[in-house]
């Protein structure tokens, strides 16, 4: 199993970024759920986003990039994108996506952005944004 994140970069406040996680080594229709996770220095992992397959593709998002972050998925592609708009300063950290194979009836906000329901984690992608 292995995810690729791309897409990275410097953007100014108020600018958009689109990360892609392209997943090779499994099929795409066995992933139960794909997450976006983001660690900023000095500071613990926090799931931002995420996707359940088992309740239909629901999307979760972290309260702070609701409304301005968007989760979508391309089966044909094997990839899942980040598309991140009115960025922020703040949203300035290493950016991962994560996927898990298990079917796990926890849901809801917390259980869908807790980063010890993935197994399976990308090396990790810079976002930076300037003030």
């Known amino acids: 199993v292995q995810l690729v994140e791309s897409g990275g970069g410097l953007a100014q406040a108020g600018g958009s970024l689109r990360l892609s996680c392209t997943g090779s080594g499994f099929n795409f229709d066995d992933v139960n759920s794909f997450a976006w996770f983001r660690q900023a220095p000095g500071k613990a992992r926090e799931g931002i986003s995420s996707?359940?397959?088992?309740?239909?593709?629901?999307?979760y998002y972290d309260d702070t990039v609701r409304g301005r972050f968007a989760i979508t998925a391309d089966d044909a592609k094997s990839t899942v994108y980040l598309e991140m708009n009115s960025l922020k300063p703040d949203d300035t950290a290493v950016y991962f996506c994560?996927?898990?194979?298990?079917?796990?009836?926890?849901?809801?906000?917390?259980?869908?952005?807790?980063?010890?329901?993935?197994?399976?984690w990308g090396q990790g992608v810079q976002v930076t944004v300037s003030s």
């Open positions: 996707i359940n397959f088992h309740e239909g593709g629901r999307r």
């Open positions: 994560a996927i898990t194979f298990t079917i796990n009836i926890a849901v809801g906000h917390e259980a869908m952005l807790e980063p010890s329901r993935y197994h399976h």
